[in-house]
């Protein structure tokens, strides 16, 4: 199957502080990328939906003044965690697919583990 | 709205044994589609198999199936000859469907089991 980078894999940071989470298709364009949320032994919780080149969509209960994405490229979308405050703390997880491509053809990042101090 | 069941927090089967994992579903959508993906401890999603709702036969792959019902709305997984590096969290999830099959990538996931594989 295809590719999808996360960098970094694991961050802290201080409290108060911004952090960014890049997601990287490696092999093909991604017309779309998902943002998921995952606290320990839970389910994935979906944050937002990322298109290239329009404004990503959100989730109801997601802030998206806090939550910042950026989907500048068919190959990379970021997360900017603004503010972050300990709550924040979690393991972020991306996916990455082209449209039209078939439902199985979807593709995750390794994820990256965000602890705030 | 689409809504994933998953009924059991943790499953405990013996090395080489068969163990079927339970996922109920709910949605309005007519045409959706039904995942499974295991994570390791590591937190990397694996995929593992994927069932049409438009599908009449049930989805094989290597030594997982699934098991759809679709009356029921259940999606079982299926995992025969269990070994040790299958210990790991199982999540179902789903999918609505367009025209044709494709998806519109937004999954909803269940709360996971964690299997653990017994030597």
């Known amino acids: 199957g295809a590719v999808v980078s996360q960098h970094p894999s694991r961050v802290i940071c201080k409290s108060g502080t911004s952090v960014k989470i890049e997601c990287r298709s490696l092999?093909?364009?991604?017309?779309?990328m998902f943002w998921y949320r995952q606290f320990p032994k839970q389910s994935l919780m979906l944050m937002a939906t990322s298109n290239e080149g329009s404004k990503a969509t959100y989730e109801q209960g997601v802030e998206k003044d806090k939550f910042l994405i950026n989907h500048a490229s068919l190959t990379l979308s970021t997360l900017t965690v603004t503010s972050a405050h300990p709550e924040d703390s979690s393991f972020y997880i991306c996916?990455?697919?082209?449209?039209?491509?078939?439902?199985?053809?979807?593709?995750f990042g390794p994820g990256t583990r965000l602890t705030v101090t | 709205a689409q809504k994933i069941t998953q009924t059991q927090p943790g499953m405990f089967v013996q090395e080489k044994e068969a163990v079927t994992l339970d996922c109920t579903y709910d949605?309005?959508?007519?045409?959706?589609?039904l995942f499974w993906y295991k994570q390791p401890s590591s937190g990397e999603m694996i995929f593992l198999i994927y069932?049409?709702?438009?599908?009449?036969q049930n989805a094989t792959e290597g030594r997982y199936s699934l098991n759809f019902q679709k009356a029921r709305k259940s999606a079982n997984l299926v995992i025969s000859a269990s070994q040790l590096g299958d210990s790991a969290m199982y999540f179902c999830?789903?999918?609505?469907?367009?025209?044709?099959?494709?998806?519109?990538?937004?999954?909803?996931f269940g709360q996971g089991t964690i299997l653990t594989v017994h030597p």
């Open positions: 069932q049409g709702s438009y599908d009449e």
């Open positions: 949605t309005s959508d007519q045409s959706y589609g």
């Open positions: 092999d093909f364009q991604a017309t779309t």
């Open positions: 999830a789903m999918s609505p469907l367009g025209a044709g099959g494709t998806s519109y990538g937004k999954l909803t």
């Open positions: 996916s990455a697919r082209l449209d039209g491509s078939q439902a199985r053809e979807q593709y």
